[in-house]
C-alpha cells in the first residue's frame, strides 16, 4: 500500500467548518474597506525574485533566509512565491500605469509564503489582508489607516490590541542614526549575539528588533531614531498624533519600532495584543515614499499595512467567536423516480427566488432522508413522493418547534410560503 501523503509543513488545509468562518470574517473586511473607498486589486502568487530583493533588502531576514525562491525549469527566470504583498502591489500600479492617474486606495486578500519555523500564528503558507494607498504625500492618509484599524477591531468585537507608532525619518536622517547606532553597537562589541554581529554593518537598525532578552537593555539604552529627525519629519509624525488624539484613539511612541522590511519612511506602526502569544502583532505598517522610484516608477508618495488573517481568527476565537454553520433554508427530501425528477425542478426553482436549498443525494428511505434534514440545520423541509410528484405538489414541513405544522401546497406556491415564513421568523428575531 503506498503512503499516504500529507500536507507540507507549515501549509495548512482550512476544512468546510472554519472556512466558513473564514468567509465571514472576509465579508467583513471587504464592507469595512468599501466604506474607506478601497478597491480591490489582485496580483500574481509568483513574482520575479529580483523585484523582493530590490523592495525589501538583501540583507532582510524575508530574503537572506525565509523566501520560497526557484529558477523556472522552462526559461531559467529566477521566481519567488510572494513573501509579502507591497512589492507586487506596487509592481502592479507601475507595470499598468495606475501611478499616473488620480490617487489609488487599493487592497488584496491572499496567501503569502516564508521559510519559517512553524508555530500558533505563524505559518508558512499564511493569508493576509493588505491595504496601499497610492499619491497620497500627508499624515492624514497614515493617520486614517490607523483610525481603520481601530474601527475594525470594534467591528469585530476585539478589545485589548494596543497601537503602537513610531518615525523612521527620511533616509538622510537614518543615515545619521544609522552612524551613532554603529559606534554604540561598537563599543558593546561583546554583548552582541551572531545575528546581531552579522547585521552591524549591513542593518544595525534590525539589531534594535532583536527577540533575545541578553540585548534587551544594551538595545533600550542605544541612540533613538527620534533624536535625528528634522523639522519636516516631526512635524509629519505630530500631524499623525494629533489625528489620532483628535479621535481618541490611543497609542504608545515606541522608538524601537523599525519594522523588518528596508523600503519604510516616516510613519510605521503595529497594532499588538498579548493574547497569541510571542506572535502578538495582528496588523503593520507605514509609509513607503521612494518604493515607486525604486521599482522604476516615477516617485510617488505611498502608505500601506497588512493583517495576519490566522493571528485575526485566533483572537476572535480566543475573545469568545466561534465558527458558524450557515445552515440552508431548506433541505428536500424525494423518493420515487418521477419525485426526484420534480425534485431537480424544485430545487431549481426556489434557488431563482433566492432561498437556499440542500437537494438531498445517494437515495434512501424518507425517514432516513428526514434524520439528514433534521441534522442539516434546515429551517424548512420539502418532501416529494411520487404521489406528490403527480398531483406537482409537496409536501412543506417546519424542522424548528416554533414553525407552521406540515402541509401540502402546490410546488408553484412553495417559494411565497417558505419566504414569509423566513421573513416572519426575522421579524420575531
Not at 264 to 269: A, G, H, R, S, W
Request: glycine share 10%; net charge negative.
Amino acid at each position: 500500500m503506498s503512503q499516504t501523503l500529507q500536507s507540507v509543513r507549515g501549509m495548512n488545509d482550512i476544512l468546510p467548518d472554519e472556512a466558513e468562518f473564514w468567509e465571514l470574517f472576509e465579508d467583513t473586511i471587504r464592507s469595512w474597506l468599501k466604506a474607506y473607498g478601497y478597491r480591490p486589486i489582485r496580483m500574481p502568487i509568483v513574482e520575479p525574485t529580483p523585484l523582493f530583493k530590490r523592495a525589501i533588502g538583501e540583507v532582510t531576514d524575508i530574503v537572506e533566509k525565509e523566501m520560497y525562491s526557484f529558477e523556472d525549469s522552462l526559461n531559467g527566470e529566477q521566481l519567488t512565491l510572494r513573501p509579502e504583498g507591497t512589492a507586487g502591489c506596487v509592481r502592479a500600479v507601475i507595470q499598468h500605469g495606475l501611478a499616473n492617474q488620480a490617487p489609488r486606495r487599493l487592497y488584496y486578500i491572499g496567501q503569502m509564503f516564508r521559510h519559517e519555523r512553524p508555530q500558533k500564528g505563524r505559518y508558512r503558507q499564511f493569508h493576509q489582508v493588505g491595504v496601499e494607498s497610492i499619491g497620497f504625500a500627508g499624515p492624514d492618509i497614515d493617520a486614517e489607516m490607523i483610525l481603520m484599524g481601530a474601527r475594525l477591531w470594534a467591528d469585530l468585537g476585539l478589545d485589548g490590541i494596543e497601537l503602537q507608532i513610531n518615525s523612521l525619518g527620511q533616509p538622510e536622517e537614518r543615515a545619521q542614526h544609522r552612524a551613532a547606532l554603529i559606534a554604540y553597537f561598537e563599543e558593546n562589541a561583546e554583548i552582541l549575539d551572531e545575528d546581531a554581529k552579522r547585521r552591524l554593518y549591513t542593518n544595525p537598525l534590525r539589531i534594535l528588533d532583536t527577540k533575545n532578552p541578553a540585548l534587551q537593555d544594551m538595545c533600550a539604552a542605544a541612540p533613538k531614531l527620534i533624536d535625528y529627525l528634522g523639522e519636516a519629519s516631526l512635524a509629519h509624525f505630530e500631524g499623525v498624533q494629533r489625528v489620532l488624539r483628535d479621535a481618541g484613539v490611543p497609542f504608545v511612541v515606541n522608538p524601537r519600532l523599525v519594522r523588518g522590511l528596508d523600503y519604510y519612511n516616516l510613519t510605521v506602526f503595529e497594532w499588538v495584543t498579548d493574547k497569541l502569544g510571542a506572535q502578538g502583532t495582528v496588523c503593520a505598517g507605514g509609509r513607503y515614499d521612494g518604493l515607486v522610484e525604486q521599482l522604476g516608477g516615477k516617485p510617488t508618495p505611498a502608505c500601506g499595512f497588512a493583517m495576519g488573517v490566522e493571528r485575526l481568527i485566533a483572537l476572535i476565537k480566543e475573545s469568545g467567536g466561534e465558527p458558524t454553520n450557515p445552515a440552508p433554508d431548506v433541505y428536500l427530501v424525494h423518493q420515487g423516480v418521477d419525485a426526484s425528477r420534480l425534485a431537480f425542478r424544485v430545487a431549481e426553482g426556489l434557488r431563482d427566488q433566492g432561498i437556499n436549498v440542500l437537494l438531498h443525494c445517494g437515495g434512501g428511505s424518507f425517514k432516513s432522508q428526514m434524520k439528514k434534514a433534521d441534522g442539516s440545520g434546515a429551517t424548512f423541509a420539502v418532501v416529494i413522493g411520487d404521489d406528490e410528484a403527480v398531483s406537482g405538489e409537496a409536501q412543506l414541513k417546519s424542522l424548528r418547534e416554533d414553525g407552521v405544522a406540515q402541509r401540502k401546497l402546490k410546488v408553484d406556491d412553495l417559494a411565497e410560503a417558505i419566504i414569509g415564513q423566513l421573513i416572519d421568523s426575522d421579524e420575531e428575531e
